[in-house]
């Protein structure tokens, strides 16, 4: 199971692609997809819509997870936000797969093991699970291994429960 | 001059292709792109996705006209305007065209020659400039023919200036 975790942003769009090898997991990649805060939103979109896709043909992924957003006060943040969460989304179900929505609670509550964890603690915590030495970079990219790791745990626990019930 | 003026959401995208000719103007299509309510956020992005693609195929804009966004206080329905405004406007960059943005405001006083004009205002406004008997339906799509109005008025204006000043 290759779960690609994706952190959308206008600006910089973290991503991390983390898989179940026996019973440990394991990081594939990393990294950020960059647009130019001198283009135009409309081109910037373009190009993150491809370097989504770029991303999906070269660590074809078995599903996506990504944040379930809620928007914050900062309005201008909240539809740039918006707008690379639509291009990403509908990238993943171009290409065939299906997406899964976590709200930042439930990622460090799965990864952290509670709530209100810092982003210091959950940083630390992806580099002890995928064996790194420190934290992916830049934040977005933790930020996005972090999901992929939710999205892991909760499959796991997922298939466990139907299995005692079975 | 040809554009489309499209007033993007999750679930219904109204889109407006208006074109001067001569002294006139005159539409050339418009309607509205709808996603399934009962499917996945990403699958309707993606066929959103590949509706817009159809019109700017179909239509052959010169240039893009969209709604300049601002949130409004339900954070639900903003969350959706924005995904689908950004899977809107990747598409038009990616087709090569350049995207203008209008706030409500200045697309009420271009078309209906006051910014406090009301929706109904501005459907009979587009329908006595594109010479239809009624509205165009949905709202969405008299909405988004408003915007390539303004588009077409605001570019003519600009050619006179530079014009006079040249």
């Known amino acids: 199971m290759r779960i690609l975790g994706i952190d959308p942003g206008l600006t910089t769009t973290g991503y991390g692609v983390v898989e179940r090898r026996g019973g440990a997991l394991a990081v594939v990649g990393f990294g ?28 074809c992924p078995d599903a996506v997870a990504a944040e379930r957003v809620f928007f914050n006060s900062n309005v201008r943040t909240a539809m740039a936000v918006g707008q690379a969460s639509g291009v990403a989304l509908a990238r993943a179900a171009e290409a065939g797969l299906e997406v899964f929505h976590y709200t930042p609670t439930e990622v460090k509550q799965s990864v952290v093991g509670f709530g209100a964890a810092t982003k210091k603690q959950v940083g630390a915590m992806v580099a002890s699970l995928l064996a790194l030495s420190s934290a992916p970079t830049p934040a977005d990219a933790a ?5 992929a790791i939710c999205h892991i745990n909760r499959s796991g626990l997922r298939r466990a429960i139907e299995g005692a019930l079975a």
């Not at 960059?34 to 939103?41: E, L, N």
């Not at 930020?143 to 999901?147: F, I, M, P, R, S």
């Open 32 to 59: 950020a997809l960059r647009t130019s805060t001198q283009a135009p939103v409309a081109t910037r979109l373009a190009d993150l819509s491809a370097g989504v896709a770029k991303v999906l043909g070269e660590f």
């Open 143 to 147: 930020d996005a291994c972090a999901l």
